[in-house]
C-alpha cells in the first residue's frame, strides 16, 4: 500500500495531458449541440489512488446507430469490447459522458446513470480484476465522477483530474445519492 498522505481515501486521481483533455472535452460537450455523447479512456494503474490515462476512444456515433443515449442502450454488445481492450492493453476502463444541456454548477449523475452504472461497475471490476473502473459526467460547467474497486454496486469515492500541475475536483454529488440508495443494504 502506497501512503500519497494528502489524497483522502475516498479519492482518485485522473492524470491526464492537456491534449487529452480538449479531445475528450471538444468530443463530449458542443458548443451548438445538446445530444448526449460518450467517450472512453483506458487508463494506468500509477498506485492505488492514480490513474494515468493511456488512450482516448472516441466512439463513432455510427456504432450506437438506433442506440437512444440512455446508459443501459449505450452499453450493449460495446462494454465486452470495451473490456476485452482494456484486458489486452492492461489497463483500467473509464466511461465519460456529457450531460450538455446541464450549464449549472450541480453537474451529477442522472438516476437512470446510476442505475446502470451500479449494475456495470460490479461486472467490470469483475472482468478486470485489480482494477478500478471510473465514470464521469460532463456538463458545460463542472463535471462529477464515481469509481468502484470492488465488486459491490455501492461506488468507493469519486476522482479528480490532474492536468498537468492542474487539479479539477468533481462536483462529488452523486456519491451520496448512490450511495444512498444502498445505504440500509
Ligand atoms: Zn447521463
Do not use: C
Not at 132 to 161: E, H, M, T
Amino acid at each position: 500500500m502506497s501512503d500519497i498522505g494528502w489524497v483522502p481515501k475516498n479519492m482518485m486521481i485522473l492524470k491526464m495531458t492537456p491534449g487529452e483533455y480538449a479531445e475528450i472535452a471538444k468530443h463530449l460537450v458542443q458548443a451548438d449541440s445538446d445530444e448526449e455523447r460518450a467517450a472512453f479512456l483506458f487508463a494506468r494503474q500509477i498506485d492505488n489512488q492514480t490513474l494515468q490515462v493511456d488512450r482516448v476512444r472516441v466512439p463513432d456515433r455510427s456504432a450506437y446507430e438506433g442506440a437512444s443515449w440512455e446508459y443501459l442502450e449505450l452499453r450493449d454488445g460495446l462494454l465486452g469490447e470495451l473490456i476485452r481492450e482494456a484486458h489486452i492493453l492492461g489497463t483500467a476502463l473509464v466511461e465519460a459522458h456529457s450531460h450538455p444541456f446541464d450549464g449549472s454548477e450541480a453537474t451529477q449523475f442522472s438516476a437512470i446513470d446510476i442505475d446502470g452504472l451500479e449494475e456495470t461497475a460490479p461486472h467490470v471490476v469483475w472482468r478486470l480484476p485489480g482494477r478500478p473502473f471510473a465514470a464521469f459526467v460532463f456538463g458545460r460547467k463542472r463535471f462529477d465522477s464515481l469509481y468502484w474497486n470492488s465488486r459491490s454496486s455501492a461506488p468507493n469515492g469519486v476522482v479528480q483530474i490532474q492536468i498537468g500541475s492542474e487539479l479539477l475536483a468533481p462536483t462529488g454529488l452523486s456519491l451520496g445519492h448512490a450511495k444512498g440508495t444502498h445505504g440500509s443494504i
